[in-house]
């Protein structure tokens, strides 16, 4: 092997251009730059082997339900149960049997940048169905109930009916098929990841076209969380129509 630049083997090493035995080749090399950058690539190749690891974990619930006959498996979860403002939001997905992401864990566990990428991987190749519950619905039915019923219009949104269920420590009522109930299920489970990221980015787009509406309260940021900039705000301007008049300490402001 003709002698290469540092700045070509780097590149050929991050695009995994080298053969096995080129890089037992290069790690003969006499200069320090290209040990660094070996040293690098193992480092890199050790992580993404760690990361296939954890998604095969992740997998495994779903291999036990195919292995028992079921081929439409679909991950339930919802994000926004706790905030003071806006709708709470569910996502079903059913992925591939031959689906894999890279680094595919529960959303709370990705930075921003993740999630947008992982959401229009996942829209991309798998199926998936959305409900969402507004404000209103959820000071009418509570919290718990409404995010049943965002979970159930999420599996009703699905182009293929599931026949079995993995839903996040939530069981749904009057549902053909199976379902399990996992605690900790975006944790445990790819599909359930998979639907924890749409359900967050979904939502997390609905509160920033809020947030046009009413930038004192930030919901950009906060997302309707009570974040002492957000309480500020309630405590000056009073809530919005996209606040929860059930949840403190909106329902303490409203009756004061």
């Known amino acids: 092997m003709r002698e290469l630049t540092i ?10 251009q080298f053969s096995n035995s080129e890089r037992e080749l290069l790690r003969k090399d006499h ?31 779903e291999n036990e339900a195919r292995t028992s006959g079921k081929k439409w498996i679909a991950g339930i979860d919802e994000a926004g149960r706790g905030p003071l403002a806006g709708p709470v939001v569910a996502a079903a997905v059913i992925l591939p049997a031959s689906f894999y992401l890279e680094g595919l864990n529960d959303s709370k566990q990705l930075s921003p940048i993740q999630r947008e990428d992982f959401f229009e991987v996942i829209k991309k190749e798998a199926d998936y169905g959305v409900g969402t519950v507004s404000n209103e619905e959820i000071d009418q039915w509570n919290i718990y109930r409404a995010a049943k019923m965002a979970m159930k219009q999420a599996v009703e949104q699905l182009p293929i009916p599931p026949d079995h269920l993995l839903i996040d420590a939530m069981t749904l009522e009057g549902m053909t098929g199976s379902q399990q109930s996992l605690v900790k299920g975006d944790q445990r489970s790819v599909s359930i990841a998979a639907a924890s990221i749409i359900a967050k980015v979904t939502r997390d787009r609905v ?50």
């Open 7 to 16: 700045k070509d083997i780097k590149y050929k090493l991050d695009t995994n």
């Open 207 to 256: 509160m920033k076209r809020i947030d046009e509406q009413y930038p004192d309260y930030d919901f950009a940021s906060n997302q309707g969380y009570g974040t002492q900039q957000h309480l500020r705000a309630l405590a000056t301007y009073g809530p919005t129509p996209y606040h929860r008049k059930s949840f403190a300490p909106v329902k303490d402001l409203i009756h004061s």
């Open 31 to 61: 200069r320090k730059g290209v040990h660094k950058l070996l040293k690098q690539y193992d480092v890199r190749q050790e992580r993404k082997l760690e990361l296939k690891k954890q998604y095969e974990q992740m997998l495994s619930i």
